[in-house]
């Protein structure tokens, strides 16, 4: 945090990933990390801290801490909602951004659901297949509600979030008796999801969220196929949601059927 730019600190989004790894993140992108691990031949446990992205992840020495300090002085000057289209900093993971825009007005622009209650890149697990669905909260019924995002237009919006939906639909229904014999409990909360809410036994609600202008003319033909069982809601965001996230317009299944 003392390599950032001064004054920029209030711009970090700082989320736990795992047991052992929280991230700092500006505007979605990951830019460092901190690891807390075994020693190397110690029983000793110590934090390690890295900075970059995939292939480019380095741990932060003292060596390397000039360079650490200018890249973050170039993303923090790069990736800021008034910045350069052209920047290849800015360009970079925009889901990921607009899903973080999302996490931190959730309560403002969706009332309904509980923005105290979310979860980001939850595995979706069925059939052995592995699936990473972007957000996943109750409403205040206490009903799942998928989100899926999408910053660009893609025809496969609806098609991808329903392979979700049914995932989600599937491990709600794999319910078990609570500690005491208290009611079934889902496998979500026998993963440790939604701790001190009770998850309705209700089809999961599915959300899809994307710019105005971004939206494929084909997504809601689609959508208008689903089911009956899959209640739907289409949500278009502002064209500027990097500066101000607002909802242009919302269609719901059943709407003109």
């Known amino acids: 945090m003392a390599l950032v730019p001064d004054g920029a600190r209030d711009r970090i989004e700082v989320r736990a990933s795992s047991a052992t790894v929280v991230g700092l993140l500006l505007h979605g992108l990951e830019f460092a990390r901190v690891r807390h691990g075994a020693a190397a031949q110690s029983f000793a446990r110590e934090d390690e801290v890295s900075f970059g992205a995939g292939a480019n992840e380095t741990p932060l020495t003292e060596e390397n801490e000039a360079l650490c300090r200018e890249l973050c002085a170039r993303l923090f000057s790069s990736r800021y909602p008034d ?25 403002e622009l969706l009332p309904g659901l509980r923005g105290d209650l979310l979860y980001t890149q939850v595995p979706a697990i069925s059939r052995g297949d592995r699936g990473l669905l972007d957000l996943l909260t109750l409403d205040r019924n206490g009903r799942l509600v998928v989100i899926e995002l999408k910053a660009d237009e893609d025809l496969h919006l609806p098609l991808q979030a329903l392979d979700y939906w049914i995932r989600v639909r599937a491990l709600n229904d794999d319910r078990q008796a609570g500690a005491g014999g208290s009611r079934p409990v889902s496998a ?61 317009f919302r269609k719901r299944s059943g709407d003109g059927r």
């Open 83 to 107: 910045g350069s289209h052209n920047d290849p900093l800015f360009r970079m993971h925009p889901e990921h951004w607009l899903e973080s825009r999302l996490r931190s007005g959730l309560a």
């Open 188 to 248: 979500f909360e026998r993963q440790g999801y939604f701790d001190g809410a009770e998850v309705s036994q209700l089809p999961p609600r599915l959300l899809l969220a994307a710019p105005a202008l971004r939206i494929h003319p084909a997504n809601e033909i689609v959508l208008r196929y689903f089911s009956p069982q899959v209640e739907w809601e289409l949500i278009a965001v502002s064209e500027h949601w990097r500066r101000e996230l607002s909802v242009i």
